[in-house]
């Protein structure tokens, strides 16, 4: 249950991505700088009842109208304060309680928008000029001018053929100049990998969809903002032994491990196929996926990060399917207590979505890294790196929007890094750091546990340092 506290940053979220006003804008009207409301939003102060006050009084509402939830508060919300219907919107609204909201008792109450049925997967082709249907209160309103999802022809010959065709024509246009070849490469890496994919997509079982409407919970708090999804980054030393190494008691060699192709290794995973639809209670369906609002539970071992990595606060958050995952496994093997589920927002899902063109990249990956072919390494890298980077909300990518995908595939990487430091520490390897997407740091053989070299399934050794030393 979210405190009063956190259900009143929720809806002041929600207030300001829709009448679209700035924390400083927002800040002036009552009273208040830039850094005190953004500390008031982030939970480093409280909001005061007097602010509560000059809120609702800013926004044109009732104080208890304001308290009373993200969801009844945008209700209340004059129609004058509201973006023009030709302008694309998205209010992300926290869970309302549970019944009607009471009336709204001083503003015009918006008529809300009905709840609709989402089907298993979306159509083949949306059409640019049919409005989408109205989303359920707790998601985002969607732009009506959605591009329509382009038709795939089959590839004329097997995938990593795309890949390889490019770099050879790379080539002959830069006259064998490698350095040029690989600027051109990198600089259309977007396109391309978007093209690689839609080839990977054709006789595929499912139709996913390239531009669902996107759930409220989302959407960027700001422009230049996050969301609100917690994607499990690590940043995490063993404590205790550090504490012993700088106390002179001890000295350990330690291995800093570099996972390869962390990204392009994380593609495998489990992607939603259609739009997001909201559901509660404490309940995982592993033919679904999405993101969840969990209660993670208490961390029991303290020799392991927990696969929330680096977060501090307590209380529940939202977290993605793979971190959901790997905290029922972890409660599975007794590391941890249950997580427990109070919302989720999910589709149908597959763990096959990127997996042919995965396949086509490790190919050509392993190929080039065999023939010390740095060109086309490079090239590789820059595709499904920055088809990651670029699937959620980018300028970069015009052809999808699927940040609930982006979220998935960098938490997937972030547990395939914690499922390496658990490797380790059930061989009998010391886990002395877990950082960013790609290292680990170990204490003993861990050449008898992971295999060497620059393999999708192998690890290099970057650094070799000692613990108590002259670090």
């Not at 010391?430 to 620059?454: C, I, K, Y």
């Amino acid at each position: 249950m979210m405190s009063t506290e956190e259900t009143l940053r929720l809806t002041v979220a929600a207030l300001m991505q829709l009448t679209r006003e700035r924390q400083p804008d927002v800040a002036a009207a009552i009273g208040l700088t830039q850094p005190q409301l953004s500390r008031r939003q982030s939970g480093k102060s409280a909001w005061t009842l007097t602010d509560c006050d000059r809120l609702a009084a800013h926004w044109g509402m009732s104080t208890l109208d304001l308290l009373a939830g993200p969801t009844h508060a945008v209700g209340c919300l004059s129609a004058a304060r509201r973006p023009t219907a030709d302008a694309q919107a998205a209010v992300p609204l926290a869970p309302s309680a549970p019944g009607p909201p009471a009336p709204c008792s001083a503003a015009p109450t918006a008529t809300p928008a009905p709840a609709e049925t989402a089907p298993a997967a979306a159509p083949a082709a949306l059409a640019s000029s049919a409005a989408p249907a109205p989303a359920p209160a707790l998601a985002a309103v969607a732009s009506s001018a959605v591009p329509r999802t382009p038709r795939r022809a089959a590839p004329a010959g097997p995938l990593p053929d795309l890949i390889r065709d490019r770099v050879v024509a790379a080539l002959t246009e830069a006259g064998g100049d490698a350095d040029v070849a690989q600027a051109a490469l990198i600089k259309r890496a977007v396109p391309d990998v978007m093209a690689l994919f839609a080839a990977s997509r054709v006789g595929g079982r499912y139709e996913h969809s390239e531009f669902p409407p996107t759930a409220g919970i989302l959407q960027k708090r700001s422009q230049k903002g996050a969301d609100a999804i917690w994607e499990g980054r690590p940043k995490w030393r063993s404590a205790d032994l550090h504490r012993a190494a700088r106390a002179g008691h001890i000295t350990v060699d330690v291995t800093a491990l570099d996972m390869n192709a962390a990204y392009l290794a994380a593609l495998k995973t489990w992607l939603p196929i259609g739009k997001l639809t909201h559901s509660e209670g404490d309940h995982h369906d592993p033919k679904r996926s999405g993101v969840h609002l969990v209660d993670p539970g208490e961390w029991l071992t303290p020799d392991l990060p927990s696969p929330l990595g680096s977060r501090q606060e307590p209380g529940p958050l939202w977290i993605t399917e793979p971190t959901l995952r790997a905290l029922i496994r972890c409660a599975g093997m007794d590391l941890c207590t249950p997580p427990k589920i109070m919302e989720s927002w999910t589709s149908g899902a597959s763990e096959g979505l990127l997996e042919k063109m995965r396949r086509a990249l490790v190919t050509v990956r392993d190929e080039a890294i065999a023939n010390n072919d740095e060109v086309t390494t490079e090239y590789v890298k820059s595709m499904y790196s920055k088809f990651v980077s670029t699937i959620g909300e980018s300028a970069a990518n015009r052809e999808i929007r699927r940040p609930d995908w982006m979220h998935i595939i960098r938490s997937q990487a972030f547990v395939n890094l914690w499922l390496k430091a658990h490797k380790a520490h059930k061989a009998g390897l010391t886990v002395v750091q877990v950082s960013g997407t790609d290292e680990l740091h170990v204490s003993g053989n861990w050449q008898a546990v992971f295999p060497e070299g620059r393999g999708l399934s192998q690890v290099k050794a970057k650094n070799i340092y000692t613990l108590g030393g002259d670090e």
